[in-house]
């Protein structure tokens, strides 16, 4: 392996580490905040393998997920997902490609129209697809950093769903006492 290999690998581990520092927050705009640092990170991996769809998807994603802390962001979800679709189709090139794309729509969808339990479902959607997109770009670190997010993840939405059924059981309990 090569010097540019072992950064290139670097950079995708870096990622890696964020992207498993994003997905432990149960707080939505902690989650985003990391998600745009991952993909900057990922943004350069992917470039300095050659794989340019998913360069530009996670490109996107930088600006994508800090607009989706802000309220305002809301309004250009249509925006992006036509920017993706478009430099989807003009920079295809094989058929992980499509995978990039589609988890990209599918998180702008997330991050802009959901919030707490649902966006984590639909982000374990998009981490899954982009698994399977990294494991066929011979990414090792944004590979390893997928299933790592997928089990973190799992974990912080556990987390969330005991917290929830905790303060249902308490309102019951304090209805019933009434």
């Not at 580490?17 to 705009?29: P, V």
């Not at 090139?93 to 129209?113: G, H, M, N, R």
């Not at 944004?142 to 059924?165: A, D, H, K």
């Amino acid at each position: 392996m090569d010097l540019f290999s072992i950064v290139t690998q670097g950079v995708g581990f870096l990622a890696f580490a964020t992207g498993i520092y994003a997905f432990t927050h149960q707080n939505d705009r902690h989650l985003k905040l990391s998600m745009t640092g991952q993909n900057l990170l990922l943004s350069i991996h992917f470039f300095m393998l050659g794989a340019y769809t998913g360069g530009v998807a996670a490109a996107i994603n930088i600006v994508r997920y800090y607009l989706s802390i802000y309220s305002i962001g809301r309004k250009f979800a249509p925006l992006f997902i036509v920017l993706y679709i478009g430099l989807g189709l003009y920079l295809y090139q094989e058929p992980k490609d499509v995978l990039a794309i589609v988890s990209a729509v599918i998180a702008t969808c997330a991050v802009f129209y959901a919030h707490g339990m649902k966006m984590r479902i639909l982000l374990s959607l998009c981490t899954f697809l982009w698994l399977v997109h990294n494991v066929m770009a011979m990414s090792i670190g944004p590979s390893l950093m997928e299933v790592m997010i997928l089990l973190s993840n799992g974990r912080t939405m556990w987390y969330i769903r005991r917290e929830q059924r905790s303060v249902k059981a308490r309102e019951r309990a304090i209805e019933h006492e009434e």
